[in-house]
């Protein structure tokens, strides 16, 4: 055999590092994190200190929480759109019921409609199959119409922030804000799953191949009904830090995270169309995002521009990314 | 480095054809010459690189070296679109029909002449094509045939059929030799992919042999030849061991004797009528069929995908219901389909597929053990011989290969009874002959087999019984001593047992000429 | 028949239902007349544009995020430059914000064949980047409208040999949105560029492997995507007589719109018919709402509560009306 | 029982002071005891989605329209199509330019420029201020932006250290502020456009160095004013109560008892905490049983009636 000729060339070293850097995608995630640090930093010096790591830090955890939840639908192929109106939901009724409850009651009562609206979406996805896109926008509809009608029994009474809430949203121990004692434990566990449980397994190959799954012996609507609930009960824990840290219960708190928690999951590299992903690397792309809406708020510049820059900046961020890990 | 345009200059001509994915090489050094008016068959094993080299000369992808001369000349196949233009057609070994479109749409976008395209049809045994509708809705073997009148409507110079049989019940396989040969005939040529000896030997002229992505010889296709093929193919990996089918009372029944699995006038709407039989712990039992007779229906009622309207089905002597096919599993019956397309979450890893069946039930949702799992799944990965360079996503396994994890995730779960649904389709002879000898070995395990396949060869060389279904009900049931192929063919179409095949190109193959019943 | 029913049966249904929704509103306020079809068929026009936008890349199996950003965009471009201008120079105005639709549609198809980054981020991105732009060309609501343009969708369009009470049902912004979807659309849907839309979003790689232009094609479908947005927001102008750089609701909408329409999100399937049915649905139960008075906060429930009822109940026959044994 | 039907008209939802102006047109209603019916449409929308609706009020025949605008300029086909069909039509809040409607509406350039104005008195007249504004590209904001400009001009040696936009958002207003603290760069004082008391928030949190603060009246800013030490600031009012105000308006003209003008402006007032008369102003306003988000100025005197009971039940007749 003489086909010495047409074996691959020595691996140039550019072409090893490419490698090295696919088979580790969080690695140029990460980098590309550290670029932009340091544009700011360039742009601003000075900025990146403690208190600004910190708040970076604050913010980018709610967003990740969320695109955690949207991570975890995507990789079925699903999506999560309610997790806004969810969060929104638990923080108020937490933040309105606090007033004249328990705590523990009013904890409860602030996850009873993420429970019930994760339960609806799974079971409309799961067994009727109905879009999770429409799914989810439709109860998250819903939830905000009953949210409104609920907000009105509430006006007398007020609403106030319970101090563990506040410790939670602000609070700072040793310079790390304490929304890390709820974070990590969470990511932890989510990567966990995703990569070390049955039921993370099963999401990946429900996403990949229904069919599939349904030979093995997966029943699909128990996997979708598990994965919508716990997604809407993240959604809830995430409106209650996040309350903790806004420290104003309005009926459109969380709406905003919605489209950055869907963006900040592709952005690290989850599939929207299912089956591929994991949540480091949403975590990664919550920091970038965070990280970038900070740039564009220091640089002056008209709003339209801002926008502008924004965008080709999440496009470029994703195209590269992409470039760097595909090993083709 | 002209070529001399001789009087027989090769219409197609490749060489030293390279292509990487990552670090797996599927092709390394590979040539393929083919000459006008020739049925040129590409042969290998599983992972060989064979549809690779397709796709590269069809300009699906690109490769990473080598040299293609189409008529003497340097052609930018860049596209199939160009390959098309440049007079290649391929049929790939996955269907390439637009799902969502019907078929008069499908040719359309291709610009393909209908008139023609339904002559074809009609030649390659399917009367009754309804031209409107959905690709989506039309079976897997008929999709297949409407391939390739789709690529002849066009009177290609050379058509490439990458096994193209595979998926085809024998009936229809006949048909498509036949047409391929007039090919041949007519002084077009063809590019014949294909792991079946009867077929390569009843048609084509010369062979190039693939070999871990590297042309490792081309030979003329005369008798006999079949044991030097498999010898290059497979290099130092020859297996010479007949895999016997256990003679009649062999072995005794394990346990009470109560059959393992019995069915008792299972009826699917018009698909299945009255069907009925037993299946006995230790036993591999064969059914066979021709194409679009219930023997889908029939497997997937076994399996749980569909409920039977009326019957019953009793496992181990107790009445069962199965809604879906996790309660079919409870009971010990396993699925595996033959479209792999079906089975495999094709983007996961082999590992994941085959330990799918561990997780899924709600109480196995929790952490996993991770090296007990190891354990047991690559014990399935070696029993099966796959090949797991590309193991981190199924879907960059060869088609074979991939086929070979559907069937290891049941060996890794221990099911007791296997339903396999034409396993065997799209494997080399080498790959073959393990999966008989693993089928035998599961029997004698006490384990049982229901085993749908398209080729006769494979009910003679591993079943101990044969049911054969047509129109939806059982017509016969003989063992296998009976079963020679002019039973089989006669019982199939309905006809009496003990007349003779004497019709179609395979009746003209000598018994016993071919490379497998030799090896 | 049955394969009739199986393709077409979505839209007839549709159909149905808005006779239905009709004659509940009729029923309603019994004098609904021609004049209140003319305001439904007004305020049909935007989201019916949209949805077509929507609808031709869902169908090539993408999605496009940008279509309400690119309909504020065209709606500031068309009112700045007809402010202060001439009767005539609209005129020349329209055919250029249609061609500036075309364009930016087509620079979201080739950003996506060439970046290949998924269609929702970059079509997200575009969002910001196309916001931006409009900010940039108003920033805050203003222009103006020529008064032939306005007086284009009032009144009815009389057309010869149909009695005057039947000519009094036929609005001229309902013939104005037949005409321009019919224009663009008949002709695709008998071209091979139709059926190859089709194609790239039923199986990309079957297309592909049948010498579709795949990339072409593309971006074909994002530049027809961006005229029917640009006719979008043409009508935001016509109606209101300005130009707004802040989107309307008109993206969620549209996405639901295209679903509730029978077009499958995975792309490949269904037509413009069935979306643009669903858009005049969707239009009059928000008159119906408004006819009955009800507390306006239950009307998000009640919307959100047919949109998944809608896709539920489609979602239920299908799976009901499943041949036996099409999937073994 | 009422004889009226009216038609209200809003496309903010989920917003604490429309939440507030759609209560108080409710409670306006009852008060008067001369509507029967309500009938409200209220959802996030555009111009053009506002034209539909008030097609649909003009269908459903009520006998006023009392809207919110979107847009002074994009619904003027709307209203003039409900003017000639016989129906009232009062704007709120915002000013419309079809000439036939009614209009009561707060004066937004003046609530800029007079918080402004104050904020740069309190500056000594000189120093960088953060601007910090709405929503980019809606009027509300260009209104207010041309008050703060008128008021910029006056004190040459101001600057605008920043600008953003927190598109009246909490979150992201909170999130801007502590991103700009972070940079360190020097302020002497920080303009919002009712986004005020999650700065007041994020500048306790930071402990960062207290300086002016210009918002509005809203209960959870005026509640900071009399209570965060060291906090110097002004909330001017922009009540959300001017929607039972253009209620009232409305049925004074279906009354047959026309205003002498077209148009009425509510002009705001500006209650501040670094004089002791302000100290007591606000004593007297500060409501802590109102969310947050609500303006305390929950009334309007000589155009409002209800009591501060039914503005929080906030039923409309016949609930
Ligand atoms: N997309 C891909 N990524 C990585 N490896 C690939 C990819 N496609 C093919 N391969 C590898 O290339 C090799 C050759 O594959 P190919 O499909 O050509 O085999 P084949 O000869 O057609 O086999 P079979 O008879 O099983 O169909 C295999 O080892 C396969 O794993
Ligand atoms: N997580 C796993 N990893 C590796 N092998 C497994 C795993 N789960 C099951 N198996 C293997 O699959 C086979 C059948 O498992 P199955 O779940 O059907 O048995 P089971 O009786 O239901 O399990 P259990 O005894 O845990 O209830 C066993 O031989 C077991 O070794
Ligand atoms: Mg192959
Ligand atoms: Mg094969």
């Known amino acids: 055999m003489t086909d010495i000729a047409t074996m691959p060339q020595p691996v140039s070293f550019g072409r090893r590092l490419k490698r090295f850097m696919a088979d580790r995608p969080l690695i140029p995630l990460i980098i590309l994190l550290i670029i932009l640090v340091a544009i700011l930093q360039v742009l601003r010096p000075g900025i990146v200190n403690e208190r600004w790591i910190a708040n970076t830090a604050k913010f980018a955890i709610p967003l990740a929480i969320l695109a955690g939840c949207q991570t975890m639908t995507m990789l079925t192929g699903g999506i999560d759109l309610s997790v806004g109106t969810v969060a929104t939901m638990s923080a108020f009724i937490m933040a309105t019921q606090i007033v004249n409850q328990d705590p523990a009651v009013a904890f409860l009562l602030a996850m009873l409609p993420a429970v019930l609206i994760g339960f609806v979406n799974g079971i409309g996805v799961g067994v009727f199959r109905v879009h999770p896109l429409i799914m989810t926008l439709g109860t998250s509809l819903i939830g905000t119409g009953f949210l409104q009608v609920y907000q009105r029994t509430v006006i007398a009474s007020g609403a106030k922030i319970p101090d563990f809430l506040n410790w939670l949203g602000i609070g700072l121990t040793y310079g790390f804000p304490n929304a890390l004692f709820l974070f990590v434990p969470v990511a932890v566990l989510i990567v966990f799953m995703l990569n070390r449980t049955g039921f993370g397994r099963l999401l990946y190959a429900v996403g990949d191949n229904e069919r599939a799954a349904r030979l093995s012996g997966v029943r699909y609507w128990q996997v979708i009904t598990a994965l919508y609930v716990l997604s809407s009960l993240l959604a809830g824990i995430t409106g209650l830090l996040y309350i903790g840290l806004i420290k104003a219960p309005s009926l459109s708190l969380a709406e905003p995270l919605v489209l950055p928690s869907v963006a900040a999951a592709v952005i690290g590299g989850t599939s929207i169309f299912g089956g591929r992903g994991g949540y480091t690397g949403t975590i990664v792309g919550a920091l970038i995002l965070t990280v970038l809406t900070t740039l564009l708020t220091i640089l002056q510049m008209p709003e339209g521009g801002r926008r502008i820059l924004f965008g080709f900046i999440v496009l470029f961020v994703t195209a590269a990314y992409l470039r760097i890990i595909e090993d083709r | ?519 | 028949m049955s394969r009739f029913l199986r393709n077409q049966g979505w839209v007839a249904g549709l159909f149905a239902l808005l006779i239905f929704v009709f004659v509940v509103t009729k029923l309603i306020q019994p004098g609904y007349g021609s004049g209140d079809f003319g305001s439904l068929a007004r305020a049909v026009l935007p989201y019916a544009f949209a949805v077509a936008a929507q609808t031709v890349v869902v169908i090539a199996g993408g999605i496009d995020l940008s279509v309400a950003a690119m309909m504020a965009l065209t709606s500031v471009t068309a009112a700045s430059m007809m402010n202060g201008a001439s009767e005539e120079y609209a005129l020349f105005v329209v055919p250029f914000v249609l061609a500036m639709g075309l364009v930016l549609g087509a620079l979201n198809g080739v950003l996506i064949v060439v970046t290949r980054v998924p269609d929702i981020v970059v079509t997200l991105a575009m969002l910001f980047v196309l916001q931006g732009a409009a900010l940039l060309v108003l920033g805050a609501p203003g222009g103006a409208a020529a008064e032939w343009l306005k007086a284009s969708v009032i009144g009815t369009a009389p057309i010869p040999g149909l009695p005057d009470w039947a000519d009094a049902w036929v609005p001229k912004a309902l013939v104005l949105l037949v005409v321009c979807l019919c224009i663009v659309w008949i002709p695709l849907r008998r071209s091979r560029l139709g059926l190859s839309i089709y194609a790239i979003g039923s199986d990309e790689l079957a297309a592909f492997r049948s010498g579709v232009p795949v990339a072409r094609t593309r971006i074909v479908a994002y530049a027809l995507s961006g005229l029917f947005a640009v006719m979008g927001g043409l009508s935001l102008t016509i109606s209101t007589g300005i130009g707004a750089p802040i989107p309307g609701p008109y993206l969620l909408a549209s996405v639901a719109a295209v679903v509730l329409g029978g077009v499958a999100l995975g792309g490949g399937k269904g037509g413009l018919l069935g979306p643009i049915i669903a858009v005049f649905v969707l239009r009059l139960v928000r008159t119906d709402l408004t006819l009955l008075a009800i507390d306006p906060n239950v009307t998000a429930i009640i919307e959100g509560a047919i949109m998944v009822a809608v896709v539920m109940f489609g979602a239920f026959i299908t799976i009901r009306g499943r041949p036996v044994g099409a999937t073994p | 029982a009422g004889k009226y039907t009216i038609g209200i008209s809003n496309t903010v939802q989920g917003n604490g002071w429309r939440e507030e102006m759609i209560c108080a047109m409710k409670a306006q209603a009852l008060a008067s005891g001369e509507v029967a019916k309500l009938n409200i449409a209220h959802r996030n929308t555009d111009a053009a989605g506002q034209l539909e609706d008030i097609r649909n009020l003009i269908s459903a025949k009520v006998d006023a329209i009392v809207v919110n605008p979107a847009d002074p300029a994009g619904i003027k086909a709307g209203l003039e199509e409900a003017t000639k069909a016989g129906i009232v039509v009062v704007a709120v809040d915002q000013a419309v330019t079809e000439p036939s409607a009614y209009i009561i509406s707060n004066n937004q350039e003046q609530y800029a420029y007079l918080g402004a104005k104050w904020l740069f008195q309190q500056m000594g007249g000189k120093g960088e201020v953060l601007y910090m504004r709405g929503a980019a590209g809606a009027s509300a904001d260009s209104d207010r932006d041309k008050g703060f400009k008128k008021a910029l001009a006056e004190f040459p040696d101001v600057k605008v250290a920043q600008e953003v936009f927190t598109g009246w958002q909490q979150d992201q207003a909170k999130q801007q502020i502590l991103s700009f603290l972070a940079t360190g760069t020097p302020i002497n004082g920080i303009w919002t456009s009712g986004i005020d008391n999650v700065i007041v928030d994020a500048l306790v949190e930071q402990q960062a160095p207290m300086v002016p603060v210009v918002g509005a009246d809203n209960a959870g800013f005026v509640g900071q004013l009399s209570s965060v030490k060291g906090l110097v600031g002004a909330a001017v009012t922009n009540p959300g109560s001017i929607g039972g105000a253009g209620v009232t308006l409305a049925l004074q003209i279906l009354d047959g008892k026309k205003p002498a003008q077209q148009t009425v402006l509510v002009e705001p007032q500006l209650w501040e905490n670094a004089t002791d008369e302000g100290k007591a102003k606000l004593k007297s306003v500060v409501d802590p049983s109102l969310s947050p988000e609500w303006p305390v100025s929950i009334s309007i005197p000589d155009w409002t009636t209800y009591t501060k009971d039914q503005i929080i039940a906030c039923k409309g007749p016949g609930e």
């Open chain 2, 1 to 519: 480095m002209t070529t001399n345009p001789l009087p027989q200059s090769p219409l197609l001509d490749a060489t030293g054809v390279a292509k990487n994915y990552g670090a797996v090489a599927a092709l390394r050094n590979a040539s393929l010459s083919v000459l006008p008016g020739e049925v040129h068959a590409l042969m290998g094993a599983n992972g060989a690189g064979k549809s690779t080299l397709v796709k590269i000369l069809t300009g699906a992808i690109k490769a990473d070296a080598g040299r293609i001369l189409i008529r003497g000349q340097q052609l930018d196949v860049r596209t199939p679109a160009a390959a098309r233009r440049a007079g290649l057609l391929p049929v790939y070994q996955e269907p390439s029909l637009i799902p969502d479109l019907d078929v008069l749409s499908n040719l359309r976008l291709t610009g393909t002449p209908v008139e023609p395209f339904r002559a074809w049809v009609r030649e390659l045994g399917i009367p009754d094509l309804d031209i409107r509708e959905t690709a989506r809705h039309v079976p897997l073997a008929i999709l297949r045939v409407l391939d390739l009148a789709r690529a002849l409507a066009v009177e290609p110079d050379v058509l490439l059929l990458d096994e193209m049989t595979a998926a085809l019940p024998a009936n229809l396989a006949e048909k498509v030799l036949e047409v391929v040969r007039r090919q041949g005939d007519a002084g077009r040529s063809v590019i014949f992919i294909s792991h079946r000896f009867v077929e390569i030997s009843a048609l084509c002229d010369r062979a190039t042999v693939l070999r871990d992505g590297a042309t490792v010889g081309v030979v003329d296709i005369e008798p006999g030849i079949e044991e030097r093929i498999v010898e290059m193919m497979l290099g130092t990996r020859i297996e010479k061991t007949r895999v016997a089918a256990r003679a009649a009372n062999e072995g005794a029944v394990a346990g009470d004797g109560r059959p393992r699995l019995s069915v008792r006038n299972l009826q699917l709407g018009t698909k299945l009528n009255d069907v009925s039989f037993d299946l006995a712990n230790g036993e591999v039992a064969g059914v066979f069929a021709l194409e679009g007779q219930g023997q889908d229906e029939l497997f997937a009622a076994l399996a749980g995908s569909i409920r039977p309207t009326g019957g019953s089905i009793d496992v181990d002597g107790a009445p069962v219901k199965f809604s879906h096919p996790s309660d079919a599993i409870q009971a010990g019956i396993a699925y595996v389909p033959g479209d792999r397309a079906e089975a495999l979450a094709m983007q996961r890893s082999v590992r994941e597929n085959i330990a799918l069946p561990f997780s899924a039930a709600p109480r196995k949702w929790g952490p996993i053990r991770m090296r007990r799992e190891q354990v047991v799944v690559s014990g399935a990965i070696g029993r099966l011989q796959i090949d797991t360079r590309a193991q981190g996503e199924v879907q960059r396994l060869s088609g074979g290969n991939q086929q070979k994890v559907t069937i290891a995730r049941w060996i890794a779960a221990n099911a007791r009874t296997i339903l396999c649904f034409d396993p065997t389709r799209g494997i080399d002879v080498g790959t073959k002959q393990e999966i008989y000898k693993l089928l035998r070995e599961l029997a004698g395990q006490g384990k049982s087999v229901l085993f749908y396949t398209s080729e006769m060869e494979e009910v003679q060389r591993v079943c101990d019984r044969v049911i054969v279904i047509f129109g939806g009900r059982v017509v016969d049931t003989f063992p296998v001593e009976d079963a020679d192929e002019a039973a089989l063919m006669r019982a199939a179409y309905g006809l009496p047992r003990g007349a003779r095949a004497d019709v179609g190109i395979l009746a003209e193959v000598k018994p016993g000429s071919s490379a497998e019943a030799a090896s």
